[in-house]
């Protein structure tokens, strides 16, 4: 891993960060955002930090088995990135926001929790495809990590029960774009929640799959 990569990426989490919090995809200090090394550790968002006022050189850097080794002490929800990490070796960045739209799906009692949000468009069935829900657990709380290691090898996203989306990419750009597909995606089907919208049938999502494949 060079120097100059690693910075880049540090100054790239830092940049995406304000874009999600300038656009209200994410508030307070609420969200994290980590990226792979090729060292094999991980940058990540520190504890308490706002994503809207990163300091690159602040953003924590793990080793490879999750150690903290500096910068300032890493999110709370370290544990959920590094159980998606470890069932998914592709992905080389993770996003988890708690973002408006993706929450208040997650708190609907009639979603389907092996795929949330039906195939409403192509652009969500090429970034995000199915989305299972995590049933809740107290943020933090290890079984949360282990609920998440069980639906990270098929899915590239999932959703947390009343609480938030967890998004991998094969870059951090991939991840943050799926994630504001996500985000949208959750906005239309609020909009058209009760309307019986026409959805895109199992044979255009298998085209699309096929076509466009996901990380
Ligand atoms: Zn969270």
């Not at 910075?7 to 999600?20: C, D, N, P, V, Y």
């Not at 890493?74 to 739209?101: C, N």
């Not at 870059?171 to 895109?200: C, D, I, M, Q, W």
């Amino acid at each position: 891993m060079s120097r100059h990569h690693e910075t880049r990426l540090r100054e790239q989490i830092a940049t995406l960060g304000r874009s999600l919090f300038d656009r209200g995809l994410t508030m307070g200090s609420s969200g994290n955002i980590s990226v792979r090394l090729e060292d094999g550790g991980w940058l990540m968002t520190p504890t308490n930090a706002c994503l809207g006022r990163l300091d690159p050189a602040e953003i924590s850097r793990l080793g490879g088995q999750g150690e903290w080794l500096d910068g300032h002490k890493p999110t709370k929800e370290h544990f959920l990135h590094m159980a998606m990490y470890a069932e998914r070796p592709q992905s080389q960045a993770i996003v988890h926001l708690h973002s408006t739209h993706s929450v208040a799906v997650s708190c609907l009692p009639d979603i389907d929790p092996c795929d949330c949000i039906p195939p409403l468009t192509a652009y969500y069935v090429m970034r995000v495809g199915r989305l299972p829900l995590v049933p809740y657990h107290v943020p933090g709380d290890p079984t949360l990590g282990d609920a998440v290691r069980g639906l990270a090898g098929k899915h590239s996203a999932v959703l947390l029960a009343n609480h938030g989306p967890v998004v991998a990419g094969k870059s951090l750009e991939a991840a943050v774009y799926a994630t504001e597909e996500l985000e949208e995606t959750a906005k239309l089907f609020l909009l058209l929640h009760g309307r019986n919208p026409r959805v895109l049938t199992p044979e255009q999502v298998a085209e699309l799959e096929a076509r466009f494949p996901r990380d």
